[in-house]
């Protein structure tokens, strides 16, 4: 009432958690521009709504459970947006942004939870969610995202097993081999340590990304990776790997959210 009365965006969340007939008072409100108000000797039974008066939905797909069937009638005043799930790389901006952990630790967890959700077909579940939780508690924790780190592997398992709905022990398995796959074919993580590999410092014989990112950041001294990609003109995925391979060389660190070359 007080959206429609002030001229303010209502923000319905979830509508379809609600029944059919509870949204019928949105009817006219978003056709005639009139809210039927319950009947008072305070107040009139009807309320003008305000020219400037905006409604925004949300829902999940009808297949969730607990959700119902939207009735036609209000489908025929909204205009409906899917909203898919978010590609790799915005997933990994999304979680290291939230979370404050590296990129590459990030993308690992993106590619970890979206092979065991293929392996269980359970593609229909949010994997940005499970990533966010696995992610914050290796945050807050301390915990490398490693595939050989045992408190790592709980977290995915207290995470991921109750996400299918296969047997706990098939889950488990399934869980175990990604997993486990990922130690010899995980991304490569850099280590930061004293003294870098003085054979790999020289740019030479880097490829072309990775040489104009090296030379990039001899005269930036510090970029991040948006500033990278965006000022070289370089496609995100090819960013990607030549920063992923400068790190595993030792010929760069990550500061926060910043990338700078070895002293």
Same mark, same amino acid.
């Given at each position: +009432?007080?959206? %429609?009365? =002030?001229? /303010? +965006? @209502? $923000?319905?969340? =979830? /509508?379809?958690? #609600?029944?059919? =007939?509870?949204?019928? $008072? @949105? @009817? #006219?409100?978003?056709e005639e521009k009139i809210l039927t108000l319950p009947p008072s000797s305070n107040q009139p039974e009807y309320l003008q709504v305000h020219s400037q008066f905006r409604a925004i939905f949300t829902s999940n797909p009808e297949e969730y459970c607990g959700v119902h069937a939207t009735q036609d009638a209000l489908m025929d005043r909204l205009v409906t947006i899917n909203m898919p799930e978010p590609d790799e790389l915005t997933q990994t901006e999304i979680i290291a942004q939230k979370t404050g952990i590296r990129r590459e630790d990030a993308l690992f967890i993106v590619n970890l939870v979206k092979t065991f959700r293929l392996r269980t077909a359970a593609e229909k579940t949010s994997g940005l969610r499970s990533c966010l939780m696995i992610a914050k508690v290796c945050a807050e924790h301390d915990i490398v995202a490693t595939p050989d780190h045992a408190d790592f592997r709980d977290i %995915?398992?207290? $995470?991921?097993?109750?996400? +299918?709905?296969l047997s706990i022990e098939k889950s488990t398995t399934l869980l175990w081999e990604v997993l486990n796959d990922n130690l010899t074919e995980s991304l490569p993580f850099a280590e930061e340590t004293d003294s870098p590999d003085v054979s790999a410092l020289s740019p030479d014989p880097l490829k072309e990304h990775e040489q104009k990112i090296y030379h990039y950041l001899e005269q930036t001294h510090k970029a991040s990776f948006h500033e990278i990609y965006k000022t070289l003109n370089i496609k995100q995925d090819q960013a990607e790997k030549a920063i992923h391979s400068l790190l595993q060389k030792n010929l760069l660190k990550q500061q926060d959210q910043f990338y700078i070359l070895f002293e």
């Open positions: +009432t007080m959206a %429609c009365r =002030e001229g /303010f +965006t @209502l $923000v319905y969340d =979830e /509508f379809n958690r #609600s029944r059919p =007939e509870v949204n019928n $008072v @949105l @009817l #006219s409100a978003l %995915c398992a207290d $995470v991921l097993l109750s996400r +299918t709905n």
